[in-house]
């Protein structure tokens, strides 16, 4: 089904240069800016990019700085292109103390890295963030990090994590100054605590060839999730995660959420991802449903580009499948906003959050919204922490409704995670590559 009609392309250009002229000048905010160099050496040396995120993924593993610095030798050593860093990296691996000042400077950098993205081991840690987000005008959504349990009592354990996420995200935002942008929309009102939760830490049973087992095990902790949403007046959001387990997630969400107990609340969501090819007939059932539940208050959709696209890629290239996601970036994009058209045309059924770092993606979504009708507050924009820090700024500024999606959680839960943030935005068509870059700004707002 197609959506409302594209906005005017003059209107899109003339929104991304407002919010452009809003953000900082490059380079002003070194510590939460992309390091350039790093992203440029690894987006050229496909090798060097895969050792040292095969690095980053074992640190948690790694007992010591002599064993730090041992892995990372071990993968450097695989490069075949040897610039004179890594070989001065590689000498140091061939002493006691070389391999100390490795391995201490390496787990350093890791722990660097990760606190860029991750605010902190847990919500109430995170307590300073989060206040300060929103006394700056931003909202948040707090993802409790821990992926794919293997065992019940990890899935019990993160389910009561949850539940203690809930109770601590009510308190810090207990008496926080009221945000009348923040608080509510043109459908109602808008919880202050929003918590993200994912369905593979929910069960262990989540497999694709077996996907109702997994549904069954997670529904009673999503169930008791929900309740407490409800209870403590807080927003619960349920991530996509890989392809293989959508459908398993999607029946999960509607399933639960059709039952008379869920019918009028609590606030509650569900992730859409532009980057798969059928992405579109996915919307068309999840729209189905909401018209036909008409759910209070309306399920939020949040509306991303994809995180897996690695993983999905070359897991189909292995046995053989067309892949599921779309292959060039541009591709993604223009699916992008075809499904924010479908969106927005959707309203009241649904509310809509945009989730992008891509400038003209964001610049698209508001002038789609304008086009049709609804005003700035009936649009939600969310960006990542630690990659979008500038943008959402600069949005807030201007008067929209702002998300920070804040992961937190310890550095062996949040490796997947990171690795994932990394993948994206040094690929060579990443949007925050390029605008790093200093690509031309009519090039990075021009239709893709």
């Not at 068309?284 to 995180?307: M, N, Y």
């Not at 939600?380 to 500024?397: F, I, N, S, T």
Request: proline share 6%.
């Amino acid at each position: 089904m197609p959506g409302a009609a594209p906005p005017p392309e003059t209107e899109v250009v003339a929104i991304g240069r407002e919010i452009a002229a809003a953000l900082p000048a490059p380079g002003r905010h070194p510590v939460q800016a992309i390091d350039t160099r790093a992203m440029d050496l690894t987006s050229r040396d496909a090798e060097l990019k895969a050792a040292l995120f095969r690095f980053v993924d074992v640190v948690p593993a790694c007992r010591s700085v002599d064993d730090l610095a041992a892995h990372l030798v071990g993968f450097l050593g695989e490069v075949d292109s040897q610039t004179p860093p890594l070989r001065a990296a590689m000498k140091m691996g061939d002493s006691r103390a070389g391999r100390a000042a490795l391995g201490t400077a390496a787990a350093a950098g890791v722990k660097h890295m990760a606190r860029r993205f991750i605010v902190a081991e847990d919500p109430g840690a995170a307590r300073r963030t989060l206040r300060r987000l929103w006394r700056d005008g931003t909202s948040a959504s707090v993802d409790l990090l821990g992926e794919a349990t293997v065992t019940t009592a990890e899935a019990d354990r993160y389910a009561a994590r949850c539940g203690e996420a809930l109770d601590a995200l009510t308190a810090i935002y207990g008496d926080v100054p009221a945000r009348p942008r923040l608080e509510r929309d043109g459908v109602g009102a808008l919880p202050r605590a929003n918590l993200s939760v994912k369905v593979s830490a929910l069960t262990p049973l989540l497999k694709p060839d077996a996907p109702a087992m997994g549904q069954r095990d997670a529904a009673p902790r999503l169930r008791e999730l929900l309740r407490h949403a409800r209870d403590t007046g807080a927003h619960l959001h349920v991530d996509m995660e890989s392809y293989d387990s959508r459908e398993a997630i999607t029946d999960l969400v509607i399933d639960v959420l059709s039952e008379d107990e869920f019918r009028d609340g609590p606030s509650a969501g569900m992730v859409l991802q532009a980057y798969l090819r059928d992405g579109g007939e996915l919307l068309d059932r999840v729209l189905a449903w909401s018209a036909a539940h008409e759910r209070t208050p309306p399920l939020t959709i949040r509306l991303v580009k994809g995180a897996y696209w690695d993983h999905e890629f070359v897991e189909a290239r292995q046995h053989g499948w067309e892949p599921p996601v779309w292959e060039h970036k541009a591709e993604s994009d223009r699916s992008f906003e075809a499904l924010t058209l479908r969106l927005l045309d959707a309203r009241p059924a649904v509310r809509v959050a945009i989730a992008s770092h891509n400038l003209r993606s964001v610049a698209h979504a508001i002038a789609a919204n304008r086009a049709s009708g609804g005003d700035d507050a009936g649009l939600e924009l969310q960006v990542l922490r630690g990659l979008g820090d500038d943008l959402g700024h600069a949005l807030a500024q201007l008067g929209h409704r702002v998300r920070v999606y804040c992961p937190v959680g310890d550095l062996v839960a949040g490796m997947a995670y990171l690795v994932r943030r990394l993948l994206e935005n040094t690929s060579n068509e990443s949007f925050l590559a390029e605008q790093a870059r200093g690509a031309a700004l009519d090039d990075l707002l021009a239709a893709p």
